[in-house]
């Protein structure tokens, strides 16, 4: 199997896992929109939240992960599984104790954290924020241990736990929500519980699978190590780099925080549709890109690490361009469908398919850059994303107060924004890469993105068309919307897939290819 059809095909594995994880993920949005619906105090629990959150990827998933993926996988193919095993010891003792001071120190401090996150909320607000946040802070010591883990069945080519492993988080939201949320006086607490009960599981579900390749946990002497030393001077910079990105979120967290109320929540609400694509495709291609990255970086073969890079943003845009434009068209139907029930109105709706539009616009922006900085850190340089997001957050804090505030356009605006910084991120990180290692056929490349986007457009133009038949302000389930949903996103697959053959595109001939492959050998 070629390096590509491999790639292609562990890729195809995570997604279905992500997928899996969307679909429960969905399914825990709408559990959370009908019971508790978009205003003040979902505000409150989002802001919470979100703290704990960014955490996680600023110390696990994001920085963690990356700067230990390179180092781990060069220890496993230069030195052999002991010396990874005592890496991974090292790297877990260090982190036991970094988080057991980050946990304490969060809770202490969580009214400094909401303060900084929203100081636009009322006095209610803030106080419900404040407890909140203290039930959910733990979490970030389970979720960390689990990346640490995901960490290493990445870098050893085992993929289900770490993408599976989600699935149970968001079952575990849906199940307190539902069975808790009647016991407590402020019912949102039942939220909040389910988060921390959550990473908990994640972290229990993974370890067994870790133990069974000889890589257990065990509390090491702190030592100097070089691996330690290199992991750390990737670390730093890292660290700062996606605390840059993640000022963004805090920023525009703070902006909407002075807008009317549920505005946070529609950021969420529309952040997770935008994350559906993203997780399918750019994480999970980038989860199993990190390690061939790394690997070809290891041992100097930059041929095909050029390869792999270019082939796998042609398969990111081939697949997020039509999303893009499948969200576009479709917004108020999806968030009409997802949401609107119970506690969540049509306003919510609408206000929530307008954030939805403003996010939609810079999703291939933002699925190149998951895939394009994991190729700088397969370099082991953390040093040009960090400066390229510093340039993004500037943009984005911007234009996020010229078009939220000055021109009104609240969570449009600030939705907006934020793609419009991606773009500039995205267009940033691929021009210096590609001076840097000529990655790009820059002609073939051009040529592929506009054949995209026409039958993209042909594709978004049908699909529009298909939903016109169905009234979409009418609240709750009905069978007239699930089969208009369905035939208008089987007649956009088919549709798309057909064109892009006809066009010739690699990337459609490509996949059928694979599939054929995989439905002859039985799905393995």
Known sequence: MSHNEEIAKSAGNVGVFTLLSRIFGYIRDMVIAYYFGANTITDAFYVAYRIPNLLRRLFAEGSLTI????????????????????????VFTFLFLILVCITVLGVVFSPVLIEIFASGFTSEEFELAVELNRIMFPYI????????????????KRF????FSP????????????????IFGIPIISLAIGVILGGLIQFIFQYPFIRSLGFGFRFSKIRDHPAIRKIILLL????FGLAVYNLNIIVNTQYASYMPG???????????????PLGIIAVSIATVMLPTLSSHASTGDMVKYRENYNFTLHLMLFVLIPALVGLIVLREPICNLLYQRGEFDYQATLFTSQTLLGYAVGLWAVGGIRITAPAFYALQDTKTPVKIAFAAFIVNAVLGFVLGFTLNMNHTGLALASSFSSIFNFILL?????LRLGVLELRKTLIFVIKVVVISIIMGLLVWKISTYVDWTTSGFAIEKIVTMGIAIGAAMVSYVILAYLLRIEEAGFLIKLAMKRIGRGGD
């Open 236 to 239: 730093i910079p890292q660290i």
């Open 141 to 156: 010591f389970f979720i960390s241990l689990s990346a640490l883990m995901m960490g290493i069945l990445n870098s050893l």
């Open 160 to 163: 289900f736990a770490p993408a």
């Open 167 to 182: 699935v149970l988080f968001n079952i575990t939201i849906i199940l307190t929500a539902v069975v808790l949320h009647g």
């Open 67 to 90: 700067s230990f993926i390179p180092v781990f996988t060069e220890y496993l193919e230069k030195k052999g599984e002991g010396e990874a095993r005592e890496v991974s010891n090292l």
């Open 430 to 434: 691929l021009y210096f890469l590609n």
């Open 262 to 276: 549920g505005t946070i929540s529609y950021l969420f609400f529309a952040e997770r549709l935008i994350e559906f």
